[in-house]
């Protein structure tokens, strides 16, 4: 069984930082590409940031760059996604996404960004 499970949202103010973690399990981690989407109330899916298999090729909309940075280690079957100066349009639901031949999902953590 395939299981995708993201953790380190919450609530942080303007400014502040997250590190978001997916733990990845039942999959053959280190062959899957890995990608963070954020959906926020009323708007669809977006794309935040990806990475490869060997985490040599990075890609970021462009509303983040500079500010994520996306990061894997094979070995605790782990993506990470660092946040940095937050702001209130960070906000929303983010998802981890890990893709081979199959697609999956995580179930999502929530960042709000707030003062």
């Known amino acids: 069984q395939v299981k ?3 953790s380190g949202g919450g ?4 400014g502040g930082s997250l590190r978001l973690s997916c733990a990845a399990s039942g999959i053959t981690f ?3 590409g890995l990608r963070w989407y954020r959906q926020a ?3 669809g899916r977006e794309l935040v940031a990806g990475i490869r298999t060997g985490g040599g090729y990075t890609n970021y909309a462009d509303s983040v760059k500079g500010r994520f940075t996306i990061s894997r280690d094979n070995y605790k079957n782990t993506v990470y996604l660092q946040m940095n100066s937050l702001t209130p349009e960070d906000t929303a639901v983010y998802y981890c996404n890990a893709y081979y031949r199959s697609e999956y999902w995580g179930q999502g953590t929530q ?3 707030s003062s």
Do not use: A, N, R
């Open 111 to 113: 960042v709000t960004v």
């Open 11 to 14: 609530l942080v103010q303007p």
């Open 30 to 32: 280190s062959i899957y």
């Open 4 to 6: 995708l499970v993201e």
């Open 41 to 43: 109330p009323g708007k």
